[in-house]
């Protein structure tokens, strides 16, 4: 097989999210074709997206200067800074290649980078004049119009930014992501009736779009829709509990398994403190998909997270056929699984969601004793459910709260929001989860 057939194959495995399996070809590339600029930009970029930052933009920083004039190399690197937040770095590699690069489409492309790290780096007029002067330029261009709304958004424009989203949607029918940056604006801004009306213009285009469910729910709850609200997000009916000993394990094999599962997560070696691209607080994250570690303990698990898969299908015959989460039921998923650990005070989730996911799970391994304190306020529980700090609305959604349990696996469809009640200060005992994604394959 020649380099450019080992090439296609990296970037079909790297589209379809095997980055581990893309950077081994990428990798294989480099050993037939040392000076592949393309090889060398994607393998960067992959890496990059397992948070290997420093490697990423090390090789970037290599390409472009030995290859001033490939684009993708400029571009690759701005995106790299910019994930980083290295905001100041990556506008000044846009302007620096801009200068250098005369292809119309390659320039788009960073300016595109450099009116999001302009955003970054919260220098929103600068990213305004950018903006306009990009769809002046290029009446027909849906993206630029996106930007300009979220920018009109953070400048608390409200009404100029529906329209610049509304006009990305007239340019592009079929970009739900408009639609729903605009119903976000608008619950954002209190208004929840518009918002709702935006949310189901992106779900029309899309069904299953987690972040269009998730923020409906927001709007129903606001607007006092409870019964819609219950239909569409019900924690009481949504969120289910699964539980080893349903598959014969004993007390004794329970703590077995999550002795191994502790040994390997405790200090996996991507477990970074409080990642930007992820919503902890006081807490560690690890980076890397660990459904990709060759582990027994982690293969064990693996069968349980595929048991809570098939319990949850043969439980969507009790929902309405119109649910979206039956809807979307894939027949086949891949899995991302991270873990999460927090020890000190103050260590908590911020609400979020899981916007690629189909199903979304926890599954507690090491459990701190003060979740059973009635006096602690649900310290280190888990609550699905919820709102956002910044949408305020005048009813509260519903919410389930959740005591952790070692050996219980906790199930909920991705467009729930969640979060968990901060550990006490001084809390010295360590609360250890894996947490997935079932990603429809």
Known sequence: MNAKAVLAGAVRAHEAGRLREAQQLYRQVLGMDPGSADAVSNLALVTAQMAEFGPAEEMLRGLVKNNPRYAGGHANLALVL???????????????????LSDNKSRQKLQNTLALSLMGAKRFDQALELLRKMTAAHPGFAGGHNLLGTVYTHLGRPDDAVRAFNEATQLDPRDYGSFVAAGECLLVHGRPEAALAQLDRALRVKP??????????????????????????DPARLVHYHRLSELGYTPE???ELNRELSAFASTEPSLREDP??????KAWHSTT?????????LEEFKRFIDYAFHERKRSLSSEDEAHPFRRAAPANYWTDLWAIRMKEGGGKLYPHIHVDGWLSGVYYVDVPSIVNDPQAGGAGWLNVGGTRTDIRLKR??????????????????????????????????????????????
Not at 276 to 281: E, R, S, V
Not at 398 to 405: A, D, Q
């Open 82 to 100: 910019h994930q980083q937040g290295k905001f100041e770095q990556a506008i000044e590699c846009c302007e620096q290649a801009l200068k250098v």
């Open 208 to 233: 299953w779009e987690v972040r269009a469910l998730a923020l409906r729910t927001l709007a129903l709850a606001g607007l006092g829709r409870r019964d819609d609200e219950k239909w569409l997000s």
């Open 253 to 255: 094999k329970i703590d």
């Open 276 to 281: 930007p691209q992820y919503a902890t607080l």
């Open 289 to 297: 998909n660990l459904a990709d570690y060759a582990n027994p303990a």
């Open 396 to 441: 509260d959604p519903l919410v389930r709260s959740v005591k952790p349990e070692p050996g219980m696996m906790v199930t909920f469809p991705s467009y729930f929001w969640h979060d968990t009640v901060p550990l006490p200060e001084g809390n010295t005992e360590q609360r250890l989860c894996l947490a997935y994604d079932l990603n429809p394959r």
